[in-house]
C-alpha cells in the first residue's frame, strides 16, 4: 500500500452500536489525525496524535475516542453511536517538523448512524 | 481559536480567471494552505505560504499577507476539471489545521 488507506468505505451503524473506524499510513509520519466533514462546516479535527502513545482532543471529541499503539495505525472508535455522528470520517498523517508539514489524507469513510 | 472565512460557491466560464479570498483570525501562525476537493474524494494539496508574497505553480497561484490576515488562491485558464472544492486551512503553531468550510467552484462550458 502506498499513503493512507481507511476503512471501511461506507457504514450504515444503528444508533447505540459501537463502531471503528480504522486507518493505516506507510509514509512513517510521526502525526495523525481524524476529521469529520459535514456540508457547510468544513473539516473539524476530532482527534490527534503527534507522535505513538500520546494522542489530544480537537475541536470536536466529544463521543469519539482514539488510541495510536504505534506510527502506523490510528483507529477512530464511536463507543456509542448518535445519528449527530453521521459524517463523512477522514483520517490524515504529516511528519511535524518538516518545513511546512503538509498533511496527506485517506478516501475517507461515509458513516450513517441510524 | 481560529476563524477561517471563505466564500461558499463561485461560478466561471472554461478558460477564465477565478481568485478565491480567506481570510482569517488566528492565534497562532505557521502558514496557509489550500486544499482542492473533488466531490466524494479527499482533499489533495495544493499550496502552502507561510511568507508573504505570491507562490505560483503552473494555472495556481496562491498569495499571502500575514498582516492583513488574508490569503487567495488565483486560478487560471479555467478546465472543467478544476470544477472542485477548494478548502483554506490555517496551520498554529501547534501545527494543527484549522479549516474553512470551502469554496465550491463549478466551471461551466
Known amino acids: 500500500i502506498a499513503g493512507i488507506t481507511q476503512a471501511p468505505t461506507s457504514q450504515i451503524l444503528a444508533a447505540g452500536r459501537r463502531m471503528t473506524l480504522r486507518c493505516t499510513q506507510d509514509?512513517?509520519?510521526?502525526?495523525m489525525y481524524w476529521y469529520r466533514q459535514d456540508l457547510g462546516l468544513g473539516l473539524r479535527l476530532i482527534h490527534y496524535?503527534?507522535?505513538?502513545?500520546?494522542?489530544g482532543k480537537g475541536e470536536v471529541p466529544d463521543g469519539y475516542s482514539v488510541s495510536r499503539a504505534n506510527t502506523d495505525d490510528f483507529p477512530l472508535t464511536l463507543a456509542s453511536a448518535v445519528p449527530s455522528q453521521t459524517s463523512v470520517y477522514f483520517c490524515?498523517?504529516?511528519?511535524?517538523?518538516?518545513?511546512?508539514?503538509?498533511?496527506?489524507f485517506g478516501p475517507g469513510t461515509r458513516l450513517t448512524v441510524l | 481559536g481560529q476563524n477561517i472565512d471563505q466564500p461558499t460557491e463561485m461560478t466561471a466560464t472554461e478558460g477564465a480567471i477565478v481568485q478565491i479570498n480567506c481570510t482569517y483570525q488566528?492565534?497562532?501562525?505557521?502558514?496557509l494552505f489550500w486544499y482542492q476537493q473533488h466531490a466524494g474524494e479527499a482533499p489533495t494539496f495544493l499550496s502552502y505560504?507561510?511568507?508573504?508574497g505570491l507562490e505560483e505553480k503552473g494555472r495556481f497561484s496562491s498569495f499571502l499577507s500575514r498582516s492583513k490576515g488574508y490569503s487567495y488562491l488565483l486560478l487560471k485558464e479555467l478546465q472543467m476539471k478544476d470544477s472542485a472544492s477548494y478548502l483554506c486551512?490555517?496551520?498554529?503553531?501547534?501545527?494543527?489545521?484549522?479549516f474553512g468550510a470551502g469554496t465550491t467552484v463549478t466551471v461551466r462550458a
Open positions: 496524535s503527534n507522535t505513538a502513545g500520546t494522542t
Open positions: 505560504n507561510v511568507l508573504d
Open positions: 488566528t492565534s497562532g501562525f505557521n502558514g
Open positions: 486551512a490555517v496551520s498554529s503553531n501547534d501545527y494543527k489545521l484549522s
Open positions: 509514509m512513517r509520519h510521526n502525526a
Open positions: 490524515a498523517s504529516s511528519e511535524v517538523g518538516d518545513p511546512y508539514n503538509e498533511q496527506f
